[in-house]
Nanobody, 115 residues
Framework: QVQLVESGGGVVQAGGSLRLSCAAS????????LDWYRQAPGNQRELVAS???????NYPASVRGRFTISRDNAKNTVFLQMNGLKPEDTAVYYC?????????WGQGTQVTVSS
C-alpha cells in the first residue's frame, strides 16, 4: 500500500532552521495534494503547509514566511523547510498525501525548538 515516511526532525535552538523530508512509496506526482501537519501535546492537529497538484501552496499565518513546502518528483519526496524556528513550533510533524481519494499519513517526526 501507500507509505509515507518522515525524517529530519530533531532539536534546534530558537531562530534556527530544519528541513523535514517525507519519502513516498509511489511517485510523488500521483498525489492530488501533499500536506504537512503538526501536533503539540494537548493541542489539535494543525495544518501548516499544503501543496496542490497544480503547484499552488498554502500556509497559515502562524508559519507563513518561515515555512516552505516543496517536492522532488525524481526522489518521490516532499520537503518542509522551516526557518526562524520558535519554541511554539515544537510538535510532532506529519506528512500527508491524498491518493485515489484517500488520505495517507506518515508516522511523524519530532521537532523540538529550545528557547
Amino acid at each position: 500500500q501507500v507509505q509515507l515516511v518522515e525524517s529530519g526532525g530533531g532539536v534546534v535552538q530558537a531562530g534556527g532552521s530544519l528541513r523535514l523530508s517525507c519519502a513516498a512509496s509511489r511517485n510523488i506526482f500521483s498525489f492530488n495534494r501533499l500536506d504537512w501537519y503538526r501536533q503539540a501535546p494537548g493541542n489539535q492537529r494543525e495544518l501548516v503547509a499544503s501543496l496542490f497538484s497544480g503547484g499552488r501552496t498554502n500556509y497559515p499565518a502562524s508559519v507563513r514566511g518561515r515555512f516552505t513546502i516543496s517536492r522532488d518528483n525524481a526522489k518521490n519526496t516532499v520537503f518542509l523547510q522551516m526557518n526562524g524556528l520558535k519554541p511554539e513550533d515544537t510538535a510532532v510533524y506529519y506528512c500527508s498525501g491524498v491518493y485515489l481519494d484517500k488520505n495517507y499519513w506518515g508516522q511523524g517526526t519530532q521537532v523540538t525548538v529550545s528557547s
